[in-house]
């Protein structure tokens, strides 16, 4: 069966620190990977998404990246932290295009302090 | 117009009634519509898709679609505490490769 792992579960960082939050699947393959943030009250927010390997479209100009080094890893990063930039950010998956919907991973929570 | 639209709620549904969530969109060639559900602190959960006209049954939950109308809705029949979420509505907007969520309904079930 298939399963997405986020990590880590939480996090505290001060402003002006990089950031780099790693989300991998298993029991897929090519799949269509996507980065969420979900602000407190707001609803979910499309960061990036990749159909594949080095393939990223970013939805929100902002200083946050995404890269795809592997078939099954999706990675956000940042290099400077700016406050605005805490929310609960979800890495989903899904095979053959969003038509069969999307699964999330567990989340990691960021706090910019 | 905003892309998909939800009443935020909070919704407050006595234990055992039935709780409607409605949801409205814009674009009328969507094909794909899905319902999560969101515990709070938690991820989103996929609990139902539809994609044809009309009802969809799975246990206490039903979704209803309606095209013409731009409209989709969840039932969830004899509710009870544990279905206090917050519930997403989301529609494949049949363009690119990404669903558009929207902000979600908060329901309470009240015991």
């Known amino acids: 069966s298939q399963t997405i792992h986020q990590w880590p579960a939480t996090l505290v960082q001060p402003v002006g620190s990089p950031l780099s939050l790693e989300c991998t699947v298993e029991g897929t393959s090519n799949p269509n990977l996507y980065w969420y943030r979900q602000a407190a009250g707001r609803g979910l927010q499309l960061l990036f998404y990749?159909?594949?390997?080095?393939?990223i479209s970013s939805e929100v100009p902002q200083n946050l990246s995404a890269s795809r080094p592997q078939d099954r890893q999706f990675i956000l990063s940042s290099k400077k932290l700016l406050l605005s930039d805490s929310g609960f950010y979800l890495c989903?998956?899904?095979?053959?295009?969003?038509?069969?919907?999307?699964?999330f991973g567990s989340g990691t929570r960021l706090t910019v302090v | 117009q905003k892309e998909v639209e939800q009443n935020s709620g909070p919704l407050s549904v006595p234990e055992g009634a039935i709780a409607s969530l409605n949801c409205t969109y814009s674009d009328r060639v969507s094909q794909s519509f899905f319902w999560y559900r969101q515990y709070s602190g938690k991820s989103p959960e996929l609990i139902m898709s539809?994609?044809?006209?009309g009802d969809k049954e799975d246990g206490r939950f039903t979704a209803q679609l309606n095209k013409a109308s731009q409209y989709v809705s969840l039932l969830i029949r004899d509710s009870q505490p544990s279905d206090s979420a917050t519930y997403l509505c989301a529609v494949d907007m049949n363009r690119d490769d990404k669903i558009i969520f929207g902000k979600g309904t908060r329901l309470h079930i009240l015991p």
């Open positions: 990749s159909v594949g390997i080095g393939q």
């Open positions: 989903a998956w899904s095979t053959g295009g969003p038509v069969l919907g999307y699964t």
């Open positions: 539809i994609y044809s006209n």
